[in-house]
């Protein structure tokens, strides 16, 4: 078959049924077409034939035949120009993680040429936009900044800008334009092999043998392993990685696959979150006690399957509380709310699935590998294969999101790195999008019991809040914790109960427990204030008085949509129209020993860290730190960032919203170490006299070197290694959490944000849709305002899913996840998202290092309460479920 | 390549037309693997007209079937049916062929260890399982609606399919009621549908819709399209057909029968899109759209007005 892409004349074997994103990206090597749900419901995969987007996943290859296909990689001009829309992108940061961003590029541009064509250079509506996108979605979401673009390059904003000026946001966003950035997904190495995992079917049960006889005679199989990780040889959960096998080629692996033979003891599960809740003493599963892993070290005790705390770290005043609630509950008191709120499983699902590729040589590895923690994953590595620092190297340059699900060792990881090991050839394996949704990442499902007590002064009396949380095969849950750290000053009872299952375990997924947490807590403050007749915004001034969060409050009662409200509004008619506002709080942390190193040579200035950019733009952000102190820009071609690979750096892992506060501050010091270093070489060699330096340069007796006049004149180099150290103020958690072996510590102080939302209900077809929201997000100094931003976007963007529509869902008779594609795991598209208003309030974290802190979970904490308070608002129905789906409008709206 | 109907219907496999469906099952090993490729058969992918009628070549894809000015003009329930669906993308390559005869959307057929009538399986996994989009109509065995937005709203056209380039049925037929719980349609192994044919338009205020949770590019949770001639302001004739509530697609006769005659206002829309549930037997997860039908009949109406 001949087919012209790109402009090149290509001639491909095809195998029979062959997909046109396998020719496109392993035969004709075009990797930045991406693979994500090979089901056509993402559009990452678009391809344009004969300028017309298409889903290549979905495309028999066949199709391709004589005809003229435009990948991302295609549109650049003979001279280098990017497409209008490429520019657009850059400029307007409508990108984070750059998965989706090829197949977005790709249907914008035939959106572009279509728009143009009909209307010449003006602007399309929002929904025109969304209408023509509606086949792509982006995970980390990206949208505002998507729309933004398209709009600037169907006005014609970029037609005269040439490439070299586009102002973009992210150092690596026209690598991610391009389709030049490799994830993991894209690395080749010659002669590797491919590799599948084979699960267990069964939520419960012993693994009597496993025959791997009849795949081993599969041709082109190279080895199978036995993979199973429980010293009971018992699988317990479906999806337990039981057999391994590579093969030559994808499709081989998954035949082989098919021919392990398992033999099973199948045991009786407990799969449901009902069943297991109901569980006595009498009837436990006792398994759970010894082999669920997780969850803090505090005292706490079992009863039947569930594990709670003997009092949980963040209760205040918990026995004056408990029986402050107590009493209100039997004297049937008018000023106690007591409300039961239950909030779905919700898959992580970030677009680049997990996956690894393996490659030994002799006894050295190198891995290309998803992760949000290289530096970990690296002393993992040297400690279960004996390596030493030089036997290993880690290379993770793009990650295509994370929100958590890679921020363990996923064992997927070391499958691969076993089966290379075995048969000695490299080894890609990478999940399909099932595997991502059922067994690599969601938050728990959450039943919470919350009550409040007010009385006819308005006075916050008590509060007391039990959280059950289906964690799946772990301890897990935190919400309850959380929650008590909204209003710390107030008598509070509150706690955690992990209920143990046999589902897949649940993993921490941006703002974890924060957000069930304040959907509960921040619906009954909501319902208080309608109670009581205040203003919800007046109760939470007089109940969070911190000055911090009186900033917020500031600003949010300037908005007009809630300016304009009315107390208790329930519109007439059809559609109805309300606003909501709540609160969200999250632990500020840091990794005290984060190390950072700055080096300067004749050829410019780097700076070093092993962190990993996972969208969130933390590249751009320590290459910031670098350019500032140096008063130059982080695009100077003097600018070298090496971040993405495996160091002798101690790096924090991403997550927690700790990156920006571990790095940033640390990469200045650095900065202003090679400094000093720099200005006492060029005194030496030029004998200056009275030498200082400042942020222009060095500065002595005759006048100022610039740095960049003084670093050209640097014999060799000079380099120094900083050190974050610790606060004044703040708890070590080091061991207690145990994320990284280098220690995190929690701040003094949470970053707390606050939002309102305004929704339209549709009271007829059960719609619920989010027209505005106003954030509010205090966090210290913002490093990179734009990256934030974005952040913030997305931060909202995911609540917005998490509020109404993503529901993963376990089948209760076979513990098999039934929503295995983005199909049924609804996550938001451009044409739910609202307009939306940011504003970062300064104040607050003066006693940091750095003066701010991370604002990745907290963006997220507020949005799906104040989705339900804005609900409540315009319906008078309080929605005590999420998501909140046209069934439960419908049932509750009558 | 297979150039003429009668060679694509002496093979034994599996059609592949646009391959959106087709491919996907691939993955999951629910095809035929022996594919029958009809990109090669020429003439199929055109709108023509004849005596009135207007013929629709199966391999027409469904974003040519939304665009085409003499559809959107005079089949307009159709045309919007044909560009509401799936995506942009898959509407370019998908065919309208391809879409009536694709495959359920339930998740418990595409899950490679989860039971399904329609993978051959005694019994429906969902049924006791997870069924929130399943169906009102309940009739026993396989829970999920008919996917086919199309299907449907040809029932509303009361347009008949070609089969084989000779044999011509109606639409109804290929599907008949859905008892067989097994298939997702009835043509036999050697049936290719060749043509799609519409009725002699008439001056109609006509209408698609579905309701999602989403914006967009969600499969409905019911959708409907709606016909309506009128003359004055009375209703002389109403076509109703209704997706995601049944094993098959749904004409509601006793919504259309309390239209006629009436005239065309906001009551009777009401009054009569009330019956649309009439016989709804719903499963536990569905009951939800029992309200959610009748609501969703009742706006397409209003919006079919215009
Ligand atoms: C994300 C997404 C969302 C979607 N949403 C919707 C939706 O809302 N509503 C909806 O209706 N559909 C929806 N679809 C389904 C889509 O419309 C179908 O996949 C498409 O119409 C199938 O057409 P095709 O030409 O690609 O069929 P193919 O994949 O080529 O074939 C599908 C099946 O039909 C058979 N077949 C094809 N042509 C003929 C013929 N002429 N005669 C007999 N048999 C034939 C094939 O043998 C095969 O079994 C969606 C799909 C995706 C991926
Ligand atoms: S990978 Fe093709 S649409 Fe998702
Ligand atoms: S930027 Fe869209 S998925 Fe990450």
Redesign the interface.
Known sequence: MKTTINQKEYEFDLQ??A?AVDVIRDQAGLTGTKFVC????C?AC?VLVEG????S????A??LDGKRVTTIEGHQTAEGELHPVQKAFMAHDGLQCGYCTPGFVN?GIAFYETWTKANGNTKPSRDTI??????NLCRCGAYQGIYAALQAACEGAFDNVPTSEVVSHRVEAIEKVTGRAKYTTDQVVAGMGYAKVVRS?YPFAKVKSIDFSKAEAVAGVWTTLDVLDDDERTVRFVGTPVAAVAAVDAKTAEHAASLIEIEYEVYDAVVSFKQSRAATEANAEKSFREKAKGGLPVPSKWNGNTRSYRLSLTSNKGFRAGRTMRRARASGDDFLIDKNFYAGSHAHTPLEPHGALAHWQGDKLTLYASTQRIQQLSDSAKKRYGLSDSQISIICDHVGGGFGAKGNDYPEIWIAIDLAKKSQKPIRLILDRGEVIAYSGHREETELEVGILSNQNADFKAMGMEVYNNGGHAIDGNAATIAATFYPAWPQLVNDHAVVTHQPPAKAFRGPGGINGAFALESVVDEMAYKLDIDPLELRRKWDTHPQDQQLFDYLEEVPAWQVRDRVKVDKGRYKRGVGLAMGHWVHLYMPGAEVRVTAGQDGLSVESGIQDIGQGSRTLLGTALAEAFGMSVDDPLIKIKTGRETDLASPQTGGSRVSSSVYPTAQDAARQVQAQIASALSTKQGLQNVSHGPDGVIHSGGTVSWRDAISQLDGEVQSVATRGRDAKGIGLTGMLDLDGTGLYMGLGPSTSAQITEVEVDT????V?VLRTWSAVAAGRIFLEEAARSQMYGGVTMGIGYA??EDR?I????G?T????L??C?I??I??MPEMEVVFMPEGFDHVTGGGVGIGEVSMVPVAASIANAVYHATGWRPTRLPI???DV??GVR | MISTVQEATNLSGEY?AG??DY??R??HHLVN?N?I?L?GLSGLDQIETEGGKTYIGALTSMFNVAQAPHIRQNYAGLAEAAGGL?????R??GTIGGNLTQAT?C??Y??P??ECTKKGDASC?GR???H?YGVVFDNGGCVAPHPSTLGMALYAYEAQVEINGADIRPIADIYGDGSNHHRDHLLGKNELITKIILPAPVAEKATYFR?????????A?VECTARLVIDGDKIQQAFIAVGGVAAVPLRLPHVEAALVGKSATAESFADAAQLAAEGANPLPQT???V??LV??V??TLIRALG
């Not at chain 1, 017309?52 to 889903?55: A, Q, S």
């Not at chain 1, 996943?57 to 028999?60: F, H, R, V, Y």
């Not at chain 2, 799936?86 to 898959?90: F, G, K, L, S, W």
């Not at chain 2, 309701?211 to 499969?219: F, L, P, T, V, Y």
């Open positions: 029979p049924n997909a090979g089901a056509g419901a559009g678009t017309n987007p298409m889903c996943c979905l495309l028999p066949s199709r249907a969304a209408a023509a996108l509606a086949g079917i007829r077809l059960g719609k849709r109404l529509y869902q089948d209760p008779a076979t098999h039934v929503t295995l594609n199909e049924d609804r938001p598209g044409g739910d789906r046209p069934s419908i049932e | 592949l391959g959106t491919m996907d691939l993955r693997e594919s490729d990109n799936a995506t942009p993308q898959i370019q390559v959307r998740q418990y595409r899950h260890h989860l996994g006791d399982g997870y929130p309701s999602i949770a989403r914006a967009r590019a969600e499969w949770l009951g939800y759209k309200p959610l609501n969703t009742e706006e």
